[in-house]
């Protein structure tokens, strides 16, 4: 049984003064940014939307990333395929400095037909932007 909680990480939030709080729309905005850079073709154009320190667990390689280098090594690859995502279900949890996007989306590659997988995106507030902390997807079994 997997137990998944959100709450408040002092890394996060120092004070209620510091706290950034966002809606539902707001969350689900993040992913549409995040499918727009994917449309640009440019991995350097993905790879800015994670921390620096972000850990990514691709869909398409058993190499976790754990670098900017890392992660757009896996994007040049991704985005080779010309992916076009869409998200068809989701749950999303949201609290002080972060937020969770979490259910299964689809990507076309190359115009091939659908490949489905499941994803968590935890999106972290730091320096007056959100930006994609950690980033989990794998193919539906």
Known sequence: MAVFCVGVNSAWAAD?????TLTDPQVAALFDRWNAALATGDPAQVSA???PDALLLPTLSNQARTTTAGIEDYF????????????????IQSDCNVAIDAGNYSFELDGQGWVRARYTFVY???????????????LLP
């Open 16 to 20: 209620s003064t510091s706290c950034q």
């Open 124 to 138: 972290a507030y730091q320096d007056g932007a959100w930006s994609i902390e950690h980033h989990h997807s794998s």
């Open 76 to 91: 040049k690859g991704f985005l080779s395929k010309h992916p076009t995502g869409r998200i068809d279900e989701r749950v």
């Open 49 to 51: 939307l994670y921390r």
